[in-house]
């Protein structure tokens, strides 16, 4: 079943727009092929708590600023009441501390989020970019598009120039009073470490965050720092619980529009994984690398932010496949991964 789309055009940058009763949809620019996140306001005692912050950009500053005098107009005053960062990467948590020091608003994130976002930050434990460029030189990839990564180091740092040094940690099953309503915290795994998701009973909506999006599929990378994970695996048993939610629940993702549909959309994204999956196990008939296999899950031209993505997520089918019993791992002379298709035993006669 597709998606059942309620609200056809998003906001303007700068402008809002109300999803449900005391839940505003905001939506901000990012400089990628993604263009835009969506970011929400909700109505809250004596103000507005925010849901994600966007990337450091002067525009979304600007946007900010605009949505920030409309509030001082509205009967709550602009005053910001906590700020709600769903995961570490730069469009979620890059203005977080600005916004914290302009409203003297708390940040709230899990805990697995926030040191994270500290770790790349500082490139510490394993985190950073020269532990990401051994790993992706020991699944293949070539020395040109090695150094264009290279040449793009810093970048986690360009869209969070600074990070919040003080936050309320959300714990999963957390119950957040928000102005007349209760939000549960979701806390979802594969896509980042410790996602929040917020679903609130009373109105019927699920702030999905990245773990669930209406059109694309979400990113599910293996870091150098945890180079054997199934973050498929944990992301799809994440997305799994949502199917427990009533089929009349309003998703609002951080990318694309809100939408109904929850299982659907959860099927869905089983089915493409499974697709990818046996894309990529077919193709190990002799020992592929990651690198190998980028055209088997991407048949376009890859740009290098586009390529640093690519190489995370095969990495995380292959090691699903690993995982699964459907592919075997072997390291080379020459130092490079390499996947074949296990070997089963032939049938007894």
Same mark, same amino acid.
């Given at each position: 079943?597709?998606?059942? $789309?309620? &609200?056809?055009?998003?906001?303007?940058?700068?402008?809002? &727009?109300?999803?449900?009763?005391?839940?505003?949809?905001?939506?901000?620019?990012?400089?990628?092929?993604?263009?835009?996140?969506?970011?929400?306001?909700?109505?809250?005692?004596?103000?507005? /708590?925010?849901?994600?912050?966007?990337?450091?950009?002067?525009?979304?500053?600007?946007?900010?600023?605009?949505?920030?005098?409309?509030?001082?107009?509205?009967?709550?005053?602009?005053?910001?009441?906590?700020?709600?960062? /769903?995961? &570490?990467?730069?469009?979620?948590?890059?203005?977080?501390?600005?916004?914290?020091?302009?409203?003297?608003?708390?940040?709230?994130?899990?805990?697995? %989020?926030?040191?994270?976002?500290?770790?790349?930050?500082?490139?510490?434990?394993?985190?950073?970019?020269?532990?990401?460029?051994?790993?992706?030189?020991?699944?293949?990839?070539?020395? %040109?598009?090695?150094?264009?990564?290279?040449?793009?180091?810093?970048?986690?740092?360009?869209?969070?120039?600074?990070?919040?040094?003080?936050?309320?940690?959300?714990?999963?099953?957390?119950?957040?009073?928000?102005?007349?309503?209760?939000?549960?915290?979701?806390?979802?795994?594969?896509?980042?470490?410790?996602?929040?998701?917020?679903?609130?009973? %009373?109105?019927?909506?699920?702030?999905?965050?990245?773990?669930?999006?209406?059109?694309?599929?979400?990113?599910?990378?293996?870091?150098?720092? /945890?180079?054997?994970?199934?973050?498929?695996?944990?992301?799809?048993?994440?997305?799994?619980?949502?199917?427990?939610?009533?089929? %009349?629940?309003?998703?609002?993702?951080?990318?694309?529009?809100?939408? $109904?549909?929850?299982?659907?959309?959860?099927?869905?994204?089983?089915?493409?994984?499974?697709?990818?999956?046996?894309?990529?196990?077919?193709?190990?008939?002799?020992?592929? /690398?990651?690198?190998?296999?980028?055209?088997?899950? &991407?048949?376009?031209?890859?740009?290098?932010?586009?390529?640093?993505?690519?190489?995370?997520?095969?990495?995380?089918?292959?090691?699903?496949?690993?995982?699964?019993?459907?592919?075997?791992?072997?390291?080379?002379?020459?130092?490079?991964?390499?996947?074949?298709?296990?070997?089963?035993?032939?049938?007894?006669?």
């Amino acid at each position: 079943m597709l998606p059942d $789309y309620p &609200f056809a055009t998003p906001p303007a940058a700068g402008e809002m &727009f109300e999803v449900a009763p005391g839940v505003r949809w905001l939506r901000m620019p990012l400089p990628f092929a993604l263009n835009h996140i969506n970011l929400w306001l909700l109505e809250d005692d004596g103000g507005w /708590t925010i849901v994600d912050t966007g990337f450091a950009l002067d525009a979304v500053k600007e946007c900010w600023q605009t949505v920030l005098s409309q509030l001082a107009a509205t009967t709550h005053g602009g005053r910001i009441v906590r700020i709600i960062v /769903t995961h &570490f990467h730069p469009d979620h948590l890059g203005l977080a501390a600005w916004l914290q020091e302009l409203s003297g608003a708390p940040v709230c994130m899990t805990l697995g %989020e926030y040191l994270t976002g500290h770790a790349v930050w500082h490139e510490i434990g394993g985190h950073g970019n020269q532990p990401m460029l051994r790993q992706f030189r020991a699944h293949g990839l070539d020395a %040109e598009r090695c150094a264009a990564l290279e040449r793009r180091s810093g970048g986690y740092n360009r869209g969070v120039p600074s990070l919040p040094t003080r936050y309320q940690r959300l714990f999963a099953g957390d119950r957040l009073a928000i102005g007349p309503h209760r939000w549960q915290v979701r806390v979802g795994y594969g896509h980042s470490p410790e996602h929040a998701a917020l679903y609130s009973s %009373e109105l019927g909506v699920l702030i999905s965050g990245d773990m669930l999006l209406p059109k694309i599929s979400t990113n599910i990378s293996v870091f150098a720092v /945890t180079p054997m994970a199934d973050s498929l695996a944990d992301y799809l048993h994440s997305i799994d619980a949502y199917r427990e939610l009533p089929p %009349e629940t309003l998703v609002l993702p951080s990318h694309g529009l809100p939408f $109904y549909g929850i299982e659907g959309r959860v099927d869905a994204l089983h089915a493409h994984h499974e697709e990818r999956l046996l894309a990529l196990e077919e193709r190990c008939g002799s020992p592929r /690398t990651a690198a190998d296999l980028l055209m088997a899950l &991407f048949s376009r031209d890859l740009d290098t932010h586009q390529t640093m993505f690519a190489m995370g997520e095969a990495i995380a089918h292959l090691n699903r496949l690993e995982h699964a019993g459907r592919l075997t791992r072997s390291e080379g002379a020459d130092g490079l991964i390499r996947f074949v298709r296990t070997q089963r035993p032939a049938p007894e006669p």
